[in-house]
């Protein structure tokens, strides 16, 4: 199982974006938004929304959080 996201800041909205894969298909994807955060909040914010996803699904054995993509894939 493979979780993937990113944050972008716009206009002091910052939206989290987090697309959850078991194999090549997508299971689960979310959109959270938070307004009027530091840029360290909105990395943290986006970890937290992605544990938020992960917890609830079945056969999670590690949770691994990175901000490289292409090293992830």
Known sequence: MLIISDISVKN???TSISHIHRGQEIIAKSVHHAMSITSTEAELFTIRC?????????D?????ITDAVQATK
Not at 50 to 58: A, D, E, K, V, Y
Not at 60 to 64: F, L, R
């Open 12 to 14: 002091n909205v910052v």
């Open 60 to 64: 999670i054995t590690h949770i691994i």
């Open 50 to 58: 992605r544990i938020n996803c992960t917890i609830h699904l079945q």
